[in-house]
């Protein structure tokens, strides 16, 4: 069953705008994971976020972190057309080996 | 190659065949998964792998489905009776040696169709 939930399920922005997209879940964590997806194939990870984390960052990426709340956001700033994609978070839950995926957001860069 | 290769890309095959999938990892990557993705969900787990033992199976959805990796790199995931429901775009991953601290890499997966 799926547990990560993202939100808004699609986001269409002009390039140079920013993206934020925020990501909840059910259970307790080891670590948080966002990943990304173009044409419906091959998943990309973007970045890692563990559960005493509250904040990370990745060149363009910022990922915050609310365990209390059991919330995520990633934030892609100055989005570029090459960031049109779906996005994925995913959980890692102690003691386990597999990722949990939520259904996905769909982010539209328009040029 | 240096990323996790799917073989075939594309599978069509009739209601009731056999299929295989296969999956050649990262190479010196210990752990493998697969996971399957339907239209518009997010993937779902069905098996991981430490080597050569399948260490948690509690994914696959129905005693269908069935993978192996008998030397410990490639992974062939066997579905009996092919379903229409089995539909979907199979991922592949490996990660360095499983565990928290492992990122998982994919694979571009096989997109199975069962006509």
């Known amino acids: 069953s799926q547990q990560g939930e993202e939100d808004p399920q699609a986001l269409s922005i002009q390039e140079g705008e920013n993206a934020t997209m925020n990501c909840s879940y059910k259970?307790?964590?080891?670590?948080l994971q966002w990943y990304r997806q173009n044409s419906g194939r091959g998943l990309v990870h973007l970045i890692l976020i563990r559960s005493n984390e509250r904040e990370k960052h990745s060149g363009r990426l910022r990922v915050t972190l609310d365990t209390s709340k059991k919330s995520s956001s990633l934030l892609i700033t100055a989005s570029r057309a090459a960031d049109t994609a779906s996005y994925f978070c995913a959980i890692l839950q102690g003691g386990s080996e597999k990722l949990v995926f939520g259904k996905g957001m769909k982010l539209t860069v328009n040029p | 190659g240096a990323g996790v290769s799917q073989t075939p890309s594309n599978k069509v095959t009739e209601k009731g065949k056999y299929v295989e999938l296969r999956c050649d990892p990262i190479?010196?990557?210990?752990?493998l998964y697969w996971y399957r993705q339907s239209l518009g969900q997010g993937p779902e787990f069905l098996i991981y792998f430490q080597g050569t033992g399948a260490a948690d199976d509690s994914g696959l959805p129905n005693d269908r489905f069935f993978a192996v990796r008998p030397e410990g790199s490639v992974s062939t995931l066997k579905i009996q009776r092919t379903e229409r429901g089995d539909s979907a775009v199979y991922l592949c991953?490996?990660?360095?040696?499983?565990?928290?601290?492992?990122?998982?890499?994919f694979g571009a997966g096989t997109r199975l169709s069962v006509l």
């Open positions: 991953a490996s990660s360095l040696g499983g565990g928290a601290k492992n990122i998982q890499y």
């Open positions: 259970t307790s964590i080891n670590n």
């Open positions: 190479s010196g990557h210990t752990a």
